[in-house]
Nanobody, 120 residues
Framework: QVQLVESGGGLVQAGGSLRLSCAAS??????MGWFRQAPGKEREFVAA????????PYADSVKGRFTISRDNAKNTVYLQMNSLKPEDTAAYYC???????????????WGQGTQVTVSS
């Protein structure tokens, strides 16, 4: 059972930046990723990264603004979020998955989530 703990959320003005971190409880070769869920909306895929870091798919809405990375020595995955927009406001969830996690049913493990709020 892999436990995932997110950190780094908060309140930021539009155009600003935040970096989310997700620490896994053990070394894992799972594909790691991020989903988000805004109030009244369905949970949606944001980004993912495989163990080598060479495959990093992104949702179209965040391409060019968000960067996912991982440090396998620290069992940690990061999401650098730049040029934030009010529509990025959501709870962000870290996931670990055996397959590329593009749908909410794909991940094997979920973190508890961290809130990101972008003010206009």
């Amino acid at each position: 059972q892999v436990q995932l703990v997110e950190s780094g959320g908060g309140l930021v003005q539009a155009g600003g930046s935040l970096r989310l971190s997700c620490a896994a409880s053990e070394r894992t070769t799972y594909i790691m990723g991020w989903f988000r869920q805004a109030p009244g909306k369905e949970r949606e895929f944001v980004a993912a990264i495989n163990y080598s870091g060479r495959s990093t798919p992104y949702a179209d809405s965040v391409k060019g603004r968000f960067t996912i990375s991982r440090d396998n020595a620290k069992n940690t995955v990061y999401l650098q979020m730049n040029s934030l927009k009010p529509e990025d406001t959501a709870a962000y969830y870290c996931v670990a998955s055996r397959v590329v996690p593009t749908r909410p049913g794909d991940p094997n493990y979920w973190g508890q989530g961290t809130q990101v709020t972008v003010s206009s």
